[in-house]
């Protein structure tokens, strides 16, 4: 028999070798072969701390292989203390992956969607990984809405996007939730439009009037861009496009320029904006 160093080197080979051949059946018929099933509830804590690291493809298809092998392979007792053991070790995990507690909520509310994991796992539990996996599952759609949690996978269209990103911004300045509304962002999976996110942010906090919304907004700005889920690249671009929306803005919110320099003020206080960002117009 294996020692258990020796089972999370195969395993860990083994899921490596899964993200190119996609091969969930070939990934069950190896861990069974190894006849160690004293250890399979470290399959669910490798796979999701290798999904960690990688982007929403391989944390999709992790999803996907924990449902695959669920019951026929990990019994609810392996995925309830695999969950376990990964909540226990969150805080090493958020030294190197910062997005950690929203990802691993993430994976549970998919999990119990999937029937991998009983509701009532979540239920007599509390800290902000579970409230963060109750807070998804409690939205409305939320069963469709999580089948797409690592990316919608979908091409919506611009449009939409804009849509759906109006939509979170508005939730947020409700809720002041930064894991949930950071989720919703990776959910739409489109960094290279978080320029959009930004100047709509802007446009909205803008738009309510409201002091306090204007600060949790950039808030959101700078806990995106710190956490790697947004970068520092789009932020300046969003920046840019919101300075050129100013002369339409202005017609409903006649203090629109000095709100943009709010922004932008919160921006450099929080190093997120280079400190000799100029207005550009």
């Known amino acids: 028999m294996l020692t258990l160093p020796e089972f999370k080197r195969r395993v860990d080979d083994l899921l490596r070798e899964y993200y190119s051949s996609s091969e969930s059946a070939?990934?069950?018929?190896?861990?069974?072969?190894?006849?160690?099933?004293?250890?399979?509830h470290e399959v669910l804590k490798r796979a999701l701390g290798l999904a960690l690291d990688h982007g929403p493809r391989e944390r999709e298809m992790t999803s996907k292989l924990l449902a695959a092998l669920t019951p026929s392979l990990l019994t609810p007792g392996d995925v309830r203390k695999g969950f376990e053991g990964v909540v226990a070790k969150l805080d090493d995990l958020e030294t190197d992956v910062p997005?950690?507690?929203?990802?691993?909520?993430?994976?549970?509310a998919r999990?119990?969607?999937?029937?991998?994991?009983?509701?009532?796992?979540?239920?007599?539990?509390?800290?902000?990984?579970?409230?963060?996996?109750?807070?998804?599952?409690?939205?409305?759609?939320?069963?469709?809405?999580l089948e797409k949690v690592w990316g919608p996978g979908d091409g919506?269209?611009?449009?939409?996007?804009?849509?759906?990103?109006?939509?979170?911004?508005?939730?947020?300045?409700?809720?002041?939730?930064?894991?949930?509304?950071?989720?919703?962002?990776?959910?739409?999976?489109?960094?290279?439009?978080?320029?959009?996110?930004?100047?709509?942010?802007?446009?909205?906090?803008?738009e309510s009037g409201d002091a306090d919304d204007i600060l949790a907004m950039g808030a959101l700005f700078?806990?995106?861009?710190?956490?790697?889920?947004?970068?520092?690249?789009?932020?300046?671009?969003?920046?840019?496009?919101?300075?050129?929306?100013?002369?339409?803005?202005?017609?409903?919110?006649?203090?629109?320029e000095h709100i943009l320099a709010k922004f932008v003020a919160l921006a450099k206080e929080a190093k997120i904006l280079p400190a000799d960002y100029k207005n550009a117009n």
């Open 26 to 40: 070939e990934v069950a018929a190896t861990i069974r072969e190894m006849a160690c099933d004293e250890y399979h």
């Open 222 to 256: 700078e806990f995106l861009v710190k956490n790697s889920i947004g970068s520092e690249q789009q932020l300046l671009k969003g920046f840019d496009r919101a300075h050129t929306m100013m002369e339409d803005l202005r017609l409903d919110v006649p203090d629109a």
């Open 99 to 108: 997005d950690a507690t929203a990802a691993v909520g993430a994976f549970m």
């Open 156 to 206: 919506r269209s611009v449009p939409e996007l804009k849509e759906a990103m109006d939509l979170l911004l508005k939730e947020y300045l409700l809720s002041r939730e930064l894991d949930e509304a950071a989720c919703c962002v990776q959910e739409i999976n489109e960094p290279l439009f978080h320029h959009e996110l930004v100047k709509r942010g802007i446009k909205v906090a803008a």
């Open 111 to 145: 999990a119990v969607v999937d029937e991998v994991l009983p509701p009532a796992f979540l239920a007599g539990k509390e800290g902000k990984v579970t409230d963060h996996a109750k807070r998804l599952l409690s939205r409305e759609h939320c069963s469709v809405r």
